[in-house]
């Protein structure tokens, strides 16, 4: 082949590339040929190479735009959650859903307690490894899901706004229970929770024991009815003990007690 004609195959190729859009490929594509001269590489491991680059691209893009989509509000991941300062939280179940089985029979997860155990973190941390594992996850709380349906219902995007709390594999509703839910909040809720049921995991975290979840809800048939489908398939964490934050801010004012004590001890 002349020279010539090599050159025109080339503009030919970054034309294929550019026009299939394999940008990672385009921009590889010099380094590729030039490696396959040095290294010697037969025509198969030289595409080998070439379409690996893109791949590994085209696999970042997607993680990051899971990551993006995914909304979580903390980087926590459950290497960081301390099981020793939290007897009440069953290690091995954790563990056990850190392989991400639950998503596929769309078990539930609630974490049940107070302020400051950890339930946020949890769910969070599940969040983090299923949005790793590639399944599309995402994060709000119960506030912002009653305030976007309600934009919804005003602006008539209300079946799209179902669908958007339809599509994750993965969704995480925190803090229920917090707030009291005004009917059409409550209403909202429950659609996203029937029409999840048995077909996608929610992660729900909320303050209030299953005994006063009447309470949210202006009528209790829809509470019990919400209950029905979130309980049927699900692992329950009712997490007590005290509050991490206090026990940590508890460890700090000793800190400090010790260090104003120290000179007089002495
Ligand atoms: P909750 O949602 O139950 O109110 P969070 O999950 O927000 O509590 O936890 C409160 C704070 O304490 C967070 O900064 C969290 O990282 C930390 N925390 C709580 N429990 C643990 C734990 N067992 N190990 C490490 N950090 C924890
Ligand atoms: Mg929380």
Redesign the pocket.
């Known amino acids: 082949m002349s020279t010539t004609s090599e050159g025109s195959v080339y503009q030919a190729l970054r034309g294929h590339l550019a026009t299939l859009r394999l940008a990672a490929a385009a921009e590889a594509l010099p380094g590729v040929l030039e490696a396959a001269r040095a290294e010697n590489l037969g025509h198969t491991a030289m595409l080998e190479r070439l379409l690996g680059i893109e791949v590994t691209a085209t696999e970042a893009r997607r993680r990051a735009s899971l990551e993006r989509f995914a909304s979580l509000p903390?980087p926590?991941r459950l290497a960081?959650?301390?099981?020793d300062?939290?007897p009440s939280?069953d290690r091995s179940l954790v563990n056990e859903l850190g392989t991400l089985r639950f998503l596929e029979d769309a078990t539930n997860l609630l974490?049940i307690?107070?302020?400051?155990?950890?339930?946020?973190?949890?769910a969070?941390a599940l969040g983090r490894a299923a949005v790793e594992a590639g399944y599309r996850t995402y994060y709000t709380t119960a506030a912002e899901l009653a305030a976007r349906c309600h934009r919804a219902a005003i602006e008539g995007r209300w079946a799209t706004t179902m669908r958007f709390y339809a599509g994750p594999r993965l969704l995480i509703i925190?803090?229920v229970g917090y707030l009291p839910l005004p009917a059409e909040a409550a209403a909202a809720l429950f659609q996203v929770v029937s029409q999840r049921y048995l077909r996608g995991s929610i992660a729900l975290?909320t303050n209030l024991g299953i005994a006063s979840w009447g309470r949210i809800f202006d009528d209790p048939t829809v509470a019990a009815a919400m209950l029905d489908r979130l309980l049927h398939r699900s692992v329950v964490f009712n997490?007590d003990g005290d509050?991490?934050?206090m026990r940590?801010h508890r460890a700090r004012a000793e800190q400090v007690r010790k260090g104003v004590m120290a000179p007089s001890s002495r």
């Open positions: 903390a926590w960081d959650f301390d099981f300062a939290q939280v974490f307690g107070p302020p400051g155990v950890g339930k946020t973190m949890l969070v925190d803090e975290t997490i509050s991490y934050r940590a």
